[in-house]
């Protein structure tokens, strides 16, 4: 996931070409936003009209789910 920390867009770059679903959360767990991963190897997310804070990204991959935590900073 980068840039970190972003402004606009975060790009995720993806290890598998299945598709895949994500979901920003702010710290308390909250969901702001989510979708699909296309399965191609980047995927860029609008995260605009976020506020500056700290978040995270969670991918979800069939059972799997990996975290990332990463900052905006307007």
């Known amino acids: ?3 970190n ?6 790009s995720i770059d993806l290890w ?3 598709n895949m679903f994500y979901q ?7 969901i702001l936003l989510s979708g699909e991963l ?7 997310v609008n995260v605009q009209m976020l506020s500056s804070g700290i978040y ?7 059972e799997t789910n ?6 905006i900073r307007k």
Request: aromatic share 8%.
């Open 1 to 3: 996931l980068y840039p």
């Open 56 to 62: 995270i990204c969670r991918i979800i991959s069939g």
């Open 66 to 71: 990996y975290t990332h935590r990463f900052v």
């Open 5 to 10: 920390p972003a402004r606009e867009q975060i």
């Open 24 to 30: 920003i959360e702010d710290i308390s767990g909250r």
């Open 38 to 44: 296309n399965g191609q190897s980047v995927n860029d």
């Open 16 to 18: 598998s070409n299945e």
